[in-house]
């Protein structure tokens, strides 16, 4: 069974910025990610910026990312094979 790998915000950040989303802000150690669609559409995400993030944050922002993301293109980056 595949498991959640160990991974940093800034690599989290790294990862959703690869698929179109941008740094629209950053208050305290959150960053906030923003996308938006050609129909004019906006895409957030709040992103801890951590040195590890815990399991549970980050599978909650993977679930979070899901919504805009399809599970092909972000299971690789989030999950161990």
């Given at each position: 069974m595949p498991k959640l790998k160990m991974l940093s915000g800034k690599e989290v950040t790294s990862i959703l910025q690869d698929v179109g989303f941008f740094v629209?802000?950053?208050?305290?150690s959150h960053i906030k990610l923003k996308r938006i669609l050609a129909d004019g559409t906006?895409?957030?995400?709040?992103?801890?910026?951590?040195?590890?993030?815990?399991k549970g944050t980050l599978k909650a922002i993977y679930n979070q990312a899901l919504r805009y993301i399809s599970e092909?293109?972000?299971?690789?980056?989030?999950?161990?094979?």
């Open positions: 629209a802000g950053q208050k305290g906006s895409q957030t995400l709040t992103i801890p910026n951590h040195d590890e993030l815990d092909e293109n972000l299971r690789k980056h989030f999950y161990t094979d």
